[in-house]
């Protein structure tokens, strides 16, 4: 207790002789629910870039940052609102890295960061909805829209000489708007979908929807579904009775897993998933690995740059008042300038406070476009010999 | 006209399918039926029954494969049966020691021990998750395929593929065994006999010295006994996850009804008439339509009745028609 005192009282010394302030940043992620095991990396990554400008002590003159958690839960709405108004009416956070899963983090950034002028950078929410949403200039995202995905998808599957085919997507937000956009893109471009139908997770047995996919025909069969669930099922079915051989994998389809449980039956089959082939990523897994933690997980570089451009762009302000810094956001996170990998955080606020430009490119490759959301790089594999095989990046 | 093709793609997509599955219902609805006429409430333990002789009989598979006994090209899993059979036989005794005979002595209303049942399903379905776990496990070791899709096109030349999997087959030969083996029980052996008696009129059966203790214990081994097999080929034929047992509680329901509470033989037409409405009701019949319509033509619509997302609404739905016109059920069994 007296060594917490003293270390209280000294804090306090050194922050007022600094004269500089203590920013709150929060991060509301889904800490519990469906994607608990990639929320723990990815609020990781972003206290590692905090950690990183708070040590820097570069931060308009000294200010240090410290993380407030949320738990967003990913899936209730209500939850995510009620933590987010936490952070910002009783933490009084300047900006939050989150939400984390499309629809909360909508509910979130409507109900109570736009009312409250606070600026919030989603790592990992896709929804292709959020890049037309009304947001007041307030919400970014580090990751690319699913829109994006869908076009790439679109142009691989053509490229492959496969003009038909029949999409499957797990049944919610994320694989309906995946599906959509996909479907638009691939018709778009000259091609046909045969059939765009959902499928339920957790069940045993998928020969119904197989059957009905089967039915619709096309050359190759688009999985936008889950590995560890509905979306084995569906392979699994679709090989089992000859009603596929082709198959296109996106996102979250694309994984060891994959491999592990079909090999070479599924050789030939091909796919996509948002990843970065440049060396800032090298850089954020060496980081990560240092710190304690696997930088590889999903969206853990995108929490990384989302935590770094927020910082940067109050440094370009000079002020850590959202109303003004959110301008800038844009800026810091593009050309012109100076480009920035994850770890020149320190380097980054020193060119910006003498003045200069920087050009952050971060753990994943961040490109803001449109009404500020990552422009997006894909990492394209197929599966050849029972082994997956990245084909390269675009 | 393409009848060929027309007819390998229902059988590879409707009819072969819907046969295993019809039979994997039938076995379960067996199992609810026997309860329901000999003791007089329905069982809705028992998915959750049918889950846990599943998941002792994957241990059991586990342990035999650890000794490298195997009886290959079938899966070791039929080996663990009767090791399974006899745990989940213990586990029904005993429940029916610790909860249903408390309520039997008072004669309770059938709808208190269809409660106590619900209670009895919530305290399986933890016990189940507790000893195997709640992720899916393949366990079928077996030959794979007896004709696969891909070998079938290359010998025929057909357009379409056909593919039988062993445990399809598997699934309706055991079914007809043990369906087999029931009906001579019930009809030729002195048990079978008093437990019909016992069924038919508890107090003439009590008159006539039957043991009411031995009759309830042998149809809860049974019972166990069916929920096992159905269990595990549907595990083996699919894939086993303890959850997935609680969904099939509502086709199993369905088809007992629908064949007539009570009434073995309504519970096994039931199981088929569930199956092969469950899934030629949600089959798109575009393709087969196209073969059988004139040359190089395609329907415009899938036709399709319902989306796959509503399969579980047809049981729903036969359950309701039947239980507003015909009570009893078709195979005339007793009114719920």
Sequence with gaps: ?394 | MDILNALVALLNFVIIPASSYGAQLALGALGVTLIYGILRFSNFAHGDTMAFGTGVTILGTWGLQAMGVSIAPLPTALLALPFGIAVTALLVLGTDRAVYRFYRKKKSDPVILVMVSVGVMFIMNGITRFVIGVDEIQFDDGERFLISAKAFKEATGLAEGLSLRSTQVITVVTAVLVVWALFWFLNSTRTGKSMRAFSDNEDLALLSGINPERVVAVTWIIAAGLATIAGTLYGLDKSFKAFNYFQLLLPIFAAAIVGGLGNPLGAIAGGFIIAFSEVSVTYAFKKVAGYLGPEGWQPDSMLQLLGTEYKFAVSFAILIIVLLFKPTGLFKGKSV
């Design chain 1, 1 to 394: 207790m007296k060594k917490l005192l003293l270390a209280t009282a000294a804090s306090a010394l050194i922050a007022g002789a600094a004269q500089a302030e203590e920013i709150k940043l929060g991060i509301s992620l889904g800490f519990t629910g469906p994607l608990e095991t990639m929320a723990g990396p990815m609020a990781l990554g972003a206290e590692l870039a905090m950690k990183e400008v708070s040590d820097s002590g570069l931060l308009l003159d000294g200010s240090t940052i410290v993380p407030v958690r949320s738990d967003s839960t990913c899936v209730d709405s209500a939850a995510a609102t009620a933590g987010v108004e936490r952070l910002i009416t009783t933490e009084k956070v300047k900006a939050i890295v989150g939400g984390m899963c499309s629809g909360e983090a909508t509910a979130s950034l409507q109900n109570v960061a736009m009312p409250n002028g606070i600026v919030m950078i989603s790592p990992s929410a896709t929804s292709p909805a959020l890049s037309s949403l009304e947001d007041n200039g307030l919400f970014f995202r580090t990751s690319p829209s699913d829109a994006r995905q869908g076009e790439v998808m679109a142009d691989i599957i053509l490229e492959k000489g496969i003009k038909s085919v029949a999409v499957t997507y797990t049944n919610n937000d994320y694989g309906k708007g995946l599906a959509d956009s996909f479907e638009a893109a691939f018709k778009a471009k000259g091609g046909t979908v045969t059939v765009n139908a959902a499928h339920d997770d957790g069940k045993a047995d998928y020969s119904a929807e197989v059957g009905a996919l089967a039915a619709a025909g096309g050359d190759a069969l688009v999985v936008a579904g889950y590995v560890d669930q509905g979306g084995s099922g569906i392979v699994r079915g679709a090989i089992d009775s000859g009603a596929f051989e082709t198959f296109v994998f996106p996102d979250g389809m694309v994984g060891s897993a994959l491999v592990e449980k079909f090999g070479a039956e599924i050789d030939g089959s091909f796919g996509q998933n948002p990843a970065s082939g440049d060396e800032g990523r090298d850089i954020f897994l060496k980081l990560a690995e240092a710190a304690g933690f696997d930088g590889t997980s999903a969206y853990s570089a995108e929490a990384y740059d989302a935590a770094a451009l927020m910082m940067l762009a109050m440094q370009a302000a000079g002020t850590s008042d959202a109303a003004v810094w959110k301008d800038k956001v844009m800026d810091v996170a593009n050309a012109p300038g100076e480009k920035i990998q994850p770890g020149e955080l320190a380097k980054a606020l020193e060119i910006i406070k003498a003045g200069g430009d920087v050009d952050y490119v971060g753990g994943a490759a961040v490109e803001l476009i449109g009404s500020g959301e990552s422009a997006g790089s894909f990492r394209e594999v197929a599966i050849e010999g029972g082994e997956l095989k990245v084909i390269g990046y675009r």
